[in-house]
């Protein structure tokens, strides 16, 4: 089975503060996604990546970033926190670029911003 | 542009009862359908696909049928027990410029099914 790890269940950070969300899958997969999850506006796509050190913008990217130093190893960045980041965070991967690949979720980063 | 529409939850169900999650689409190609199913406290998971027209994914006893003429994929289950509390996504991967392939999920449905 393939396995997503998010680094931290739940985390609470300052305004203003520099986050790192780490996400690790251990299945050889090209490409990983970084989404948030809020009420009432389901699953929204920050930042993707189909390879190493590549990196393509989603749907909401403003105030993200995100680096990919190695395959397994996928990281969204916030450069200055705010309230408006907190957030459930989902990590992704799939194997391939094929549009019938389904897409493995780790099981979130509940983060809170104060 | 492309989306996916899922019934207004909560749907509040008995033991034993059938499930239908109505789930359509709009697309401008044809994509490949999914539906995923999130419990509580954790990330989402795969519970069945179908990647053409006709298809049949099933799971556990989830079943769905791309059906290209209604542009739906309704999950159904003949017999829901508690532990299928939960929320369902439905959702469809596309392709945009440089050949890249996203996923667009609808808001979720909550299923509560009680003893």
């Known amino acids: 089975d393939v396995k997503v790890t998010q680094s931290s269940r739940y985390l609470v950070k300052r305004t203003g503060e520099k986050v790192f969300l780490e996400c690790v899958q251990d299945?050889?997969?090209?490409?990983m996604f970084w989404y948030r999850q809020d009420p009432g506006l389901g699953l929204r796509l920050i930042y993707f990546?189909?390879?190493?050190?590549?990196?393509e913008k989603g749907d909401i990217p403003e105030g993200y970033s995100v680096s990919r130093e190695k395959k397994e190893r996928f990281s969204l960045i916030l450069e200055s926190a705010s309230t408006n980041q907190t957030s459930m965070y989902l990590c992704?991967?799939?194997?391939?670029?094929?549009?019938?690949?389904?897409?493995?979720f780790g099981d979130g980063t509940r983060l809170s911003i104060l | 542009g492309d989306s996916v529409t899922q019934m207004e939850g909560p749907v509040t169900l008995s033991e034993e009862a059938f499930l239908t999650i109505n789930c359509t689409y709009t697309?401008?190609?044809?994509?490949?359908l999914f539906w995923y199913v999130q419990y509580p406290g954790e990330g989402l998971q795969l519970l069945l696909k179908?990647?053409?027209?006709?298809d049949k994914g099933s799971n556990k006893g989830f079943e769905a049928t791309y059906r290209k003429e209604t542009t739906s994929f309704h999950l159904e289950k003949g017999s829901v027990q508690v532990s299928d509390s939960a929320v369902y996504f439905c959702?469809?991967?596309?392709?945009?410029?440089?050949?890249?392939?996203?996923?667009?999920f609808g808001a979720g449905t909550r299923l509560a099914v009680h003893p």
């Open positions: 992704a991967s799939s194997l391939h670029r094929g549009f019938d690949q389904p897409q493995h």
């Open positions: 299945m050889d997969h090209e490409n």
């Open positions: 990546s189909y390879d190493v050190k590549m990196k």
């Open positions: 697309a401008t190609g044809y994509p490949s």
């Open positions: 179908a990647t053409k027209a006709d």
């Open positions: 959702a469809l991967s596309y392709s945009f410029s440089g050949g890249y392939n996203k996923l667009i």
